[in-house]
């Protein structure tokens, strides 16, 4: 396991661009890969994975966990999640805040929850389980939200804070899904970076959203918008760089874009440190 | 407060069926119309997702029924079986039974095995590589125990068999194929999927290979498989089919227990 440092920058290792990033290896911090894309036994996916690993840290994202379905925690996919991090020892391992099952049926979604003290309940729980299985701490992400529950008592950084401190899980803080919220729900993202410890996060997400219907919808498929780069600025601002990276998942552009939107969330943090030690 | 639990139910009631979204509406926010505005990305997210995962599984048929068509066979599959698992490499394993019954694939009678082949094809894509050997210790093996011998296969390796020309089908629909498009449908084929290496191959098999190899990866000892295979065609050549399974590791061991 490796330990990345504050400021660095990463991308999401997708497979159009598995060539090119084995055959000219860009100047990046780290990858990150969707875990369930991993749960193979063998072939050119996990071939490709080991490449990537001996070349650069690897970041392991869940999307299929669902840590916060009512029922029960799916013991086959903790248990294949389990054995992929102990094949590529990741320097990170990542889950979100929602639950995508309920019974047999999974939606393969990242659902939102009602943030409220029950739900942090659980969630503490849940969290403690899987670090205890995985033997390691773990970050949570943040959503995008398209619905809200009335009943919801606290922010999602606020709930997201006091799970970091009870079960010493890191939070994964996704500038754009904390913008596209604060959009479609109407409150202010900056004072929910007032809510995180500075400690607490252990890594940041910037992707671009699409608006539809007065509806701002979280489909990593553009650049990063002005207002989220502007956001990730007052983020680093006020907890110092931490390892970013940036996702994209729909649309998938050249391995260059990519890079350049890496290498502008490289340049955005470390103006924030050059401006903080002036 | 209403319970976590009735909240999910509902929820996942309201993504499944529109119908249901009323029952959302005391514990989420705003009104009726926004609400299944709203609800409605979730849904489509899912039916995305399945359709996505299925796509990727049935590349071949997704290029013959084309995009647009495979979209709405994708809705209508996922209408019968759902997604179960977090793990979407899984999804899909019952679609040839699902499109052999599908009222508007009917006109495509080859479809429910090329699916067949096509899962064959994507759960060889993940299985596990196969350990290398010395095939030359097959050449050890004492004449009087060869008829017992038992052989390991590479993971994933299956044999489909169609009427339908499966193998010449998938072949011509495979990115970069720059060959001659020609389909003779008059001939059936049974296809083999098998891992060479990481790279998954589909060869047409002739009925004596194809009778050996399906016997041998049931179970059978060497000499019943031959005698199937020969049955299924006379001039089935052995030493030439060995040779080739073993050079490309697709036979990646055996044993001469005869208790197994």
């Known amino acids: 396991m490796t330990n990345l440092p504050d400021l660095t920058v990463g991308i999401g290792l997708r497979q159009p661009h598995y060539r090119e990033v084995f055959e000219r290896p860009p100047a990046l911090g780290f990858l990150e890969v969707h875990s369930e894309n991993f749960f193979l036994d063998g072939g050119a996916a996990m071939h490709a994975l080991e490449r990537a690993r001996a070349a650069y840290p690897i970041s392991l994202h869940g999307v299929g966990l669902s840590l916060g379905s009512a029922d029960a925690l799916a013991p086959a996919h903790l248990a294949k999640l389990k054995r992929l991090v102990d094949l590529v020892e990741p320097a990170l391992v990542s889950e979100h805040l929602s639950w995508g099952s309920l019974g047999a049926r999974h939606f393969n979604d990242l659902l939102p929850m009602p943030h409220t003290r029950e739900v942090l309940a659980l969630l503490s729980e849940r969290v403690d389980r899987v670090q205890s299985v995985l033997n390691r701490a773990i970050l949570i992400e943040n959503v995008s939200a398209y619905v809200a529950y009335r009943h919801t008592d606290m922010t999602e950084t606020a709930l997201l804070a006091e799970l970091a401190r009870r079960t010493g899980c890191k939070v994964l803080l996704d500038i754009n899904n904390l913008y596209v919220n604060a959009v479609n729900f109407g409150f202010d993202p900056v004072a929910c970076l007032a809510e995180l410890p500075p400690d607490a996060i252990g890594e940041m997400h910037l992707a671009g959203h699409t608006a539809a219907d007065g509806c701002l919808i979280d489909t990593h498929g553009t650049r990063v918008c002005a207002e989220v780069w502007a956001l990730f600025e007052e983020a680093c601002r006020r907890f110092g760089p931490k390892p970013t990276l940036i996702e994209w998942d729909t649309d998938l552009p050249t391995l260059d874009v990519l890079l350049d939107e890496a290498a502008t969330a490289s340049s955005i943090a470390h103006r924030t440190v050059e401006v903080a030690h002036a | ?260």
């Open chain 2, 1 to 260: 407060m209403p319970e976590l639990l009735d909240t999910q139910q509902a929820f996942a009631g309201a993504l499944q069926h529109a119908d249901e979204t009323a029952r959302t509406e005391r514990w989420l926010s705003g009104d009726a119309r926004l609400i299944e505005q709203r609800l409605a990305i979730y849904r489509a997210n899912a039916a995305a997702a399945a359709a996505k995962a299925l796509g990727a599984a049935y590349p071949v048929i997704q290029q013959v029924v084309g995009d647009e068509f495979f979209d709405g066979l994708a809705r209508a599959y996922q209408r019968v079986v759902p997604s179960t698992s977090g793990d979407l490499y899984d999804y899909g394993a019952a679609f040839a039974g699902f499109v052999a019954e599908f009222p508007h694939t009917q006109s495509l009678p080859y479809l429910p095995d090329l699916a067949r082949l096509e899962w064959a094809v994507h759960r060889a894509y993940g299985a596990a590589d196969a350990p290398t050997w010395d095939g030359r210790a097959l050449a050890q093996v004492e004449p009087a125990q060869q008829a017992a011998l038992r052989f390991d296969w590479a993971a994933g390796t299956a044999v489909v068999d169609s009427r339908f020309p499966i193998a010449r089908i998938w072949l011509i629909h495979q990115p970069g194929f720059d060959g001659e498009f020609s389909v003779d449908w008059s001939v059936g084929e049974s296809a083999l999927a098998a891992r060479e290496g990481f790279r998954v191959v589909v060869r047409a098999l002739g009925a004596g290979d194809a009778a050996f190899i399906a016997g041998s990866l049931a179970g059978a000892a060497l000499g019943p498989a031959a005698e199937k295979a020969l049955a299924a065609d006379p001039s089935f050549d052995l030493g030439q089919l060995l040779g080739r399974l073993v050079a490309s590791n697709v036979i990646c061991g055996f044993n001469t227990d005869k208790d197994e």
